[in-house]
């Protein structure tokens, strides 16, 4: 079963403008984490923002956001001011606690084009 | 402070060699987790070790494939006989407390299998 579902295969945004990326969760844990990487064409993984399945508060960390919907089970990232360097591949992983033997496991990816 | 480090970072190999994968994580970091990327395609689980410990191998072929995380030395994924199939990105990643926080990831090492 897909525990991680990205969506969007694609996605255009144009420069400056903010653009969200989709992220659905599939998990029994009661704990477990939510990730994004970033993946430029150079290949190497950049980790972007964390939220906790027990935090109250949805995580931001500069212009990235986490638009955590804890009852949808969704977790989408949000670029605000798009810059034509997020032009990447973006993964959103979760962690599971026990239940889920604390392996992070990754969706299929969303790659953002931004438009100068 | 070395993050994750790979090596080697590109490796080929022809059908039927052994291809073996380092990967020494952060300092002070005892979990470490290897993925396969395939190109354009996300990160697949393959395994989680802990020092000594194979944690979760349900990412792993059955066959051929193998890893290690020795108490001294790095972690060592081992494809052994390789195939066509097997030529992808191997990244490793390593985890403080696997708790909180996030896989800090080595730059990845590139099998092509001729």
């Known amino acids: 079963a897909q525990k991680i579902t990205q969506t969007q295969p694609g996605m255009f945004v144009q420069e400056k403008e903010a653009v969200t990326l989709d992220c659905t969760y599939d998990?029994?844990?009661?704990?477990?984490?939510l990730f994004w990487y970033k993946q430029p064409s150079s290949g190497e993984m950049i980790f972007l923002i964390y939220?906790?399945?027990?935090?109250?508060q949805n995580a931001t960390e500069g212009r990235y956001s986490l638009n955590f919907q804890k009852a949808r089970k969704s977790a989408n990232l949000v670029i605000s001011a798009s810059q034509l360097g997020d032009s990447a591949m973006y993964f959103c992983?979760?962690?599971?606690?026990?239940?889920?033997?604390?392996?992070?496991?990754f969706g299929a990816g969303t790659r953002l084009f931004v438009k100068a | 402070n070395a993050g994750v480090m790979q090596n080697p970072r590109h490796l080929v190999r022809r059908r039927g060699q052994e291809a073996r994968l380092r990967c020494s994580p952060m300092?002070?970091?005892?979990?470490v987790y290897w993925y396969r990327q395939l190109p354009e395609e996300g990160l697949k689980f393959m395994v989680y070790?802990?020092?000594?410990?194979?944690?979760?191998e349900s990412g792993m072929p059955k066959e051929r494939f193998s890893a290690e995380f020795p108490k001294e030395g790095p972690s060592i994924l081992r494809i052994q006989q390789v195939v066509r199939g097997d030529s992808a990105a191997y990244f490793c990643?390593?985890?403080?407390?696997?708790?909180?926080?996030?896989?800090?990831f080595g730059e990845g090492s590139r099998l092509t299998v001729l």
């Open positions: 992983a979760m962690r599971e606690g026990q239940g889920g033997g604390f392996k992070t496991i």
């Open positions: 998990t029994s844990d009661p704990s477990y984490g």
């Open positions: 939220q906790g399945s027990y935090d109250q």
């Open positions: 300092k002070g970091h005892s979990h």
């Open positions: 070790l802990q020092k000594e410990n194979i944690i979760d």
């Open positions: 990643a390593s985890l403080l407390d696997y708790n909180t926080g996030e896989l800090f």
